[in-house]
């Protein structure tokens, strides 16, 4: 295993070792029959309760920053979701799922976060917003492609979340540096399978490598949009919440491009695209992605399940 | 393939050595002890196995359609991240299983193509739609609930790398039943109208859980040798009585009914007893003719066909690695 990039034990340097860390309490642990996770491990359901609680409460600017990277994982969650039972070996249908999982659950913990400044759940936020309320960017949006395409988006995505989770450790606000902390070491694997299957499909056959260099044309235009700070960035990194995106660049550059030199692939040099998911600006894409997470929740408005 | 060197090759053996041979397997059987991959074995054994093992592995591939098909619309986070990870879980537990088969001298490649070729069977259940949210439900609790019923005697299968799988295999399933009477029982207690979603789904697959148990014992010619292969432990209709008396129980606790006025005690002979099952219907789905036997195929196709190129691609690089580091070496 040669994974490109170093600095893999970002928890141990930052503190979060014990991923509990800036939540206190242990949660409902008994009000469902499915939720079996051992240890300490951070849940949703635990965030969720602090908030309830009033344990924990993001500031309006700390909510808004947490729905974005809510709003990213969840849409890259149901699109990595469509791959089971249609992925190229079973392998992979275990490995994008699991991908997916993990998302899903970082999803879940920024969203039931974000919502205490609003009173609302995560599935409040989830399924019942339209499309110029999602905050994500427009690479977690994009189509899945062929598994080439998938690779890239998951190749970026995976180098810029490692970059932003690895600093946001550090946060003063206890409850995203503790989100942070456990979806730090998954989304370590997740940088190991993308590097992996760029080396392979950029090394494999002839027809692989040119599958590989069209994903990366396809995807990079969206790469921009990750790095643009703005007002709120700029105010949460001031007060040491958050991270200003653009302080993510360099790293990812060099990181990414280790492995591209590896897979001897050059950088796409293509247009950047505009962005503005963070404001609400979004891609054709979403309104289907929506239309199909909501159909059935909004079908059965205030029914549990 | 790393089960490659478990794999048993059948050696040419003396008439005296083959008798050796089979007297040890018979002394394996009687003690109710354990076949390992590179122990002789008979062929019809070994047939038998992979015939088995195979389809079910086929079962657990095939069986990620119906709820795969419910993961993007699941109403709830918690509840998409459960149907995920129980997704997930089948896939890991194909791969289980063709590890297992594999230990018999059959490649997964192989019976991946038997399997799309239409050569191979798969349990027919997942032959029918999942149509509704609550079909999540009814799939985990009678589905699976039917799963565990057959399973859990297999944990004590005579051939080793098979009764290990099932060990696994079964801890995993217990969740997926729990996760399904979960999902029935919010229903359940939901609105009027998920209550009837509930009802309606348990309605149209009650009866085909219960033909997951197989023919009629009088209808199931292999059944005896399977048992006294110890392979199998209890027949077919003891399996099915033993899930409708479960199944009894916990429709009371969901406030549902089972869609059969004639499930009873019978006090003589201590067993569940059912209405009659479509056996017509059973075969039918069996021989290719159910509603969604071209579309589950279908899909495992295209899903091998489409990812032909990566598999390629992994391989001559693979190839390409290994080259290197032999040059490396050399």
């Not at chain 1, 339209?130 to 598994?147: A, I, K, T, W, Y």
């Not at chain 1, 950047?272 to 408005?301: C, D, N, T």
């Not at chain 2, 196709?301 to 290994?322: F, L, M, N, P, T």
Request: hydrophobic share 40%; proline share 5%.
């Amino acid at each position: 295993m040669s994974t490109p990039g170093t600095n893999t034990d970002a928890t141990e340097t930052t503190g979060h070792g014990d991923i509990s860390t800036g939540v206190a309490g242990s949660g409902d642990s008994n009000a469902s029959a499915t939720r079996i996770t051992p240890g300490n491990a951070l849940r949703p359901e635990d965030i969720a309760l602090e908030v309830r609680t009033g344990l924990a409460e993001p500031t309006e600017d700390v909510a808004e920053y947490a729905l974005r990277l809510g709003d990213d994982a969840l849409i890259l969650a149901q699109r990595l979701g469509h791959w089971i039972s249609r992925a190229p070996e079973l392998e992979e249908d275990v490995a994008l799922g699991n991908i997916a999982l993990d998302q899903l659950g970082h999803a879940r913990s920024f969203l039931s976060y974000a919502g205490g400044a609003w009173d609302k759940t995560e599935d409040d936020l989830a399924y019942f917003r339209r499309e110029h309320e999602f905050r994500s960017v427009q690479l977690f949006e994009q189509p899945n492609g062929d598994f080439a395409v998938t690779i890239a988006r998951q190749f970026i995505v995976s180098y810029y979340q490692f970059e932003l989770y690895r600093r946001l450790t550090e946060s003063k606000d206890a409850t995203l540096a503790a989100i942070a902390a456990k979806a730090v070491k998954e989304v370590d694997y997740h940088r190991d399978h993308s590097a992996q299957w760029i080396l392979r499909l950029a090394g494999g056959t002839e027809e692989s490598r040119t599958r590989m260099i069209h994903g990366l044309r396809l995807m990079w235009p969206y790469v921009n949009e990750l790095f643009q700070d703005d007002d709120l960035t700029n105010r949460l990194a001031e007060a040491g919440a958050a991270v200003a995106p653009s302080t993510l660049r360099e790293d990812f550059d060099r990181l990414t491009g280790d492995v591209l030199k590896e897979a001897e692939l050059e950088v796409p040099d293509v247009p950047a695209a505009p962005g503005g998911g963070r404001f609400g600006k979004h891609s054709e894409h979403l309104g289907y992605i929506l239309a199909e997470m909501q159909v059935l929740a909004r079908e059965y408005p205030g029914a549990k399940w | 393939m790393a089960a490659q060197n478990l794999q048993s090759v059948p050696a040419e053996l003396s008439p005296e050595e083959e008798a050796e041979a089979q007297a040890h397997f018979d002394r394996v059987m009687a003690e109710d002890s354990r076949i390992e991959p590179k122990d002789w074995m008979p062929a019809a054994y070994r047939k038998t196995l992979l015939r088995q093992i195979s389809q079910h592995a086929h079962s657990e591939i095939i069986g990620m359609q119906p709820e795969a098909n419910w993961i993007s619309r699941a109403p709830s986070l918690k509840r998409k991240a459960i149907l995920m990870a129980k997704v997930q879980d089948e896939a890991g537990h194909g791969l289980y299983l063709y590890s297992a088969a594999e230990t018999l001298g059959q490649t997964r490649d192989k019976m991946m193509d038997d399997l799309i070729a239409g050569k191979a069977r798969y349990s027919s259940i997942f032959n029918y739609p999942a149509l509704t949210w609550a079909d999540m439900g009814a799939i985990g609790w009678l589905v699976d609930g039917a799963a565990i019923c057959n399973q859990v005697p297999l944990c004590r299968a005579s051939y080793g790398p098979y009764g290990r799988a099932m060990v696994r295999i079964c801890k995993e399933e217990s969740f997926h039943q729990r996760q399904g009477f979960e999902i029935l029982l919010e229903l359940s207690n939901g609105t009027p109208e998920q209550k009837q979603m509930a009802q309606d789904a348990v309605n149209r697959w009650y009866a085909p859980a219960l033909m997951m148990f197989g023919p009629p014992d009088d209808d199931s010619p292999n059944s005896k040798q399977s048992m006294a292969w110890n392979i199998k432990r209890f027949s077919n209709d003891e399996l099915r009585s033993r899930f409708v008396g479960m199944m009894v129980e916990q429709v009371r606790v969901l406030g549902l009914t089972l869609p059969d006025d004639q499930v009873r005690f019978n006090e003589d002979t201590r067993k569940w007893e059912h209405g009659p099952l479509d056996w017509h219907e059973f075969q039918e789905v069996l021989a290719g003719r159910g509603p969604c036997n071209a579309q589950r195929l279908e899909r495992r196709r295209a899903a091998h066909d489409d990812g032909a190129w990566v598999r390629e691609a992994a391989a001559a690089y693979a190839a390409k690695q290994s080259k290197k580091t032999k040059e490396y070496a050399a």
